[in-house]
């Protein structure tokens, strides 16, 4: 079960990153932002929102499957990886720098990622232990 989660997230977080990526590309591709028929014409034009709206949807599902199976705090914790692989990806797309700021906020947000996996397993295991006792 272990590999579905690791699987199933690394899904979930390349879908994401690829969907916020291409929103980004897309609407850089739009500037100027003019509310206009021009403006509209620019965006639908471009591959890249097109991208974007099929990556969301397949986020989407892939975060069904795995709250449907996976346990919600640590998902939740997880699915916010995220902003780290977004992070990551923007230095190499969007020439993008790792400030202190923002590379302290990665350690964080996986410092808190595995906290959360640590008191998942060790609730999983008083609860199995409990379950024994009776």
């Given at each position: 079960?272990k ?7 690394g ?17 850089i ?15 639908f034009?471009?591959p ?23 346990p919600?705090?640590?998902a939740?914790a ?7 692989t977004?992070?990551?990806v ?7 720098e ?21 008191a998942?397993?060790?609730v999983?295991?008083?609860e199995?232990?409990s379950?024994?006792?009776?």
């Open positions: 079960m590999k579905f989660y690791l699987i199933g997230f899904i979930l977080l390349l879908f994401d990153t690829l969907g916020q990526t291409s929103f980004k590309l897309a609407a591709a739009a500037e100027p932002l003019e509310l206009g028929l021009e403006w509209f014409v620019r965006v034009m471009n890249w929102i097109y991208i974007a709206i099929i990556a969301y949807i397949a986020t989407f599902f892939a975060w069904m499957t795995l709250l449907k199976h996976a919600v705090g640590p939740f997880a699915a916010h990886m995220e902003v780290v977004v992070m990551i923007s230095v190499w797309v969007f020439n993008d790792i400030t202190w700021q923002r590379l302290i906020g990665a350690i964080l947000i996986i410092t808190g990622i595995i906290f959360l996996a640590f998942e397993k060790q999983l295991a008083q199995k232990k379950h024994q006792e009776y």
